[in-house]
């Protein structure tokens, strides 16, 4: 599984970005987001089950980020709404075998494979 992210720029905040992630194989049953600002460690965003499109969300971007995902390109997409300086970070996105659970989604040990990063900056 070679996953690619695509999407990240420079906003300025109350703007939107949309990071999309292709690459997912059959093999894949929950696909996430995280994100790493510099002196930071990586961070939970969203994540979501393929087959029952089950999402999950971090407290700081319940309301304001959707995780979605397309069955036939194999594409997870999160669209970013009021966007803020704080949600600056490089965002990887991550896929695992398991379908996962609440308690699992969160912890970047659990996923079985990395995309590369992609730099999301909101500044005015």
């Known amino acids: 599984v070679q996953l690619q992210a695509s999407g990240g720029g420079l906003v300025q905040p109350g703007g939107s970005l949309r990071l999309s992630c292709s690459g997912r194989?059959?093999?894949?049953?929950?696909m996430g987001w995280f994100r790493q600002a510099p002196g930071n460690a990586r961070e939970f965003v969203a994540a979501?089950?393929?087959?029952?499109?089950?999402?999950y969300y971090a407290g700081s971007v319940r309301g304001r980020f959707t995780i979605s995902r397309d069955n036939a390109e194999n594409t997870v997409t999160l669209q970013m709404n009021s966007l803020k300086p704080e949600d600056t970070a490089v965002y990887y996105c991550?896929?695992?075998?398991?379908?996962?659970?609440?308690?699992?989604?969160?912890?970047?040990?659990?996923?079985?494979?990395w995309g590369q990063g992609t730099q999301v900056t909101v500044s005015s």
């Open positions: 194989t059959s093999s894949v049953n929950t």
């Open positions: 991550s896929a695992s075998r398991s379908r996962m659970i609440q308690s699992s989604v969160v912890q970047p040990s659990l996923y079985d494979y």
């Open positions: 979501i089950r393929w087959n029952d499109r089950y999402p």
